[in-house]
DNA sequence: GCCATTAGTGCAATTGTGTTGCAATATTCG
DNA sequence: CGAATATTGCAACACAATTGCACTAATGGC
């Protein structure tokens, strides 16, 4: 599944300089597969049989790649937070797209620049997020019979 | 303390054509009165004592000021969404500051258009969120000596 | 104004995601 | 190898938000 992934994810680990284990290797490489932004479960569920990592250590996992940029982290409109690799496609910032039926969340490429806003004296700008929201191809209402399932909920 | 806001909110109800009741009269109110978004514990705790409206129901007064477009709906960072009167000031589309330390959320004018993203074939869009994160003027560490205390956490 | 209809509410229990404390384990470095 | 300590596993916890259901009250017709 991730196994392909598994070499690179050590590298980006390593590249860190930090400690090289088991948990960080393999939640890395479930993010390097991934076609979108996952949630902590979804990581879970992706991770190998073998590989038994404890949610909580999943939880910490996930926060430890945010704060050593190798991913990043997404708070959608569920209450979920999702996460995806800090891949060369997606390494400067970029924009988010979120599925209001299904909170499928896909980083997107940006066109222009993002429009300057005015903050109050006093008030520092860190970042600035750029999120459309809408349906994914799975959540339009179909116009023609639908031929496949509804995928969550 | 949002009592001069209690009509404007009563009209404001009533314009929905669903029944007009104490719960949601008095939470309009508390929005009305309200200088930035608020959490559902901030509403409660903004509600007259008098008023004695059950938890649960501030939620669903909440959802449901959001359906009639009475509100919006901010789903921040820290997992705890947020809610504004859609006052006239801020009717249209516009962008939001939140605070990364405290959370706080406020509402901004926007200076230029949003910038254009194309979706994949089978998406549609919806909606454009723009939200600037940074540190709120008493959460930034202050250059010279603090006078004032660190408000919440 | 009274009453029937039913939208809206209150309360208790529950869900779901993420966090914390702490003892046990495993990585790294000399 | 063995010490130092970063990381993990496990159990308990925190907390916003949701659900089910019985009860209450707003509304509209009479
Ligand atoms: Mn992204
Ligand atoms: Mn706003
Ligand atoms: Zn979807
Ligand atoms: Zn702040």
Redesign the interface.
């Given at each position: 599944m991730a196994t392909d992934k598994i070499g690179l994810a050590e590298e980006a680990v390593r590249s860190t300089g930090a400690r090289m284990t088991r948990p960080r290797v393999m939640v890395l490489a479930v993010l390097f597969a991934a076609e979108r932004a996952l949630t902590h479960a979804e990581v879970e569920a992706r991770l190998p049989r073998a590989a038994e990592v404890d949610r909580v250590t999943v939880y910490r996992v996930l926060e430890w790649l945010v704060d050593n940029h190798l991913a990043h982290k997404i708070?959608?409109?569920?209450?979920v937070r999702r996460f995806n690799a800090a891949s060369h496609a997606h390494a400067g910032p970029h924009?988010h797209?979120q599925c209001?039926d299904c909170g499928e969340v896909?980083c997107?490429?940006?066109?222009?620049?993002?429009?300057?806003?005015?903050?109050?004296?006093?008030?520092?700008?860190?970042?600035?997020?750029?999120?459309?929201?809408?349906?994914?191809?799975g959540c339009?209402p179909a116009s023609k019979p639908r031929t496949v399932a509804r995928h969550h909920h």
């Open positions: 708070a959608g409109d569920d209450r924009a797209f209001s896909i997107l490429e940006e066109a222009g620049a993002k429009p300057a806003v005015k903050l109050p004296v006093g008030y520092k700008q860190q970042q600035v997020e750029l999120t459309i929201k809408g349906l994914c191809a339009v």
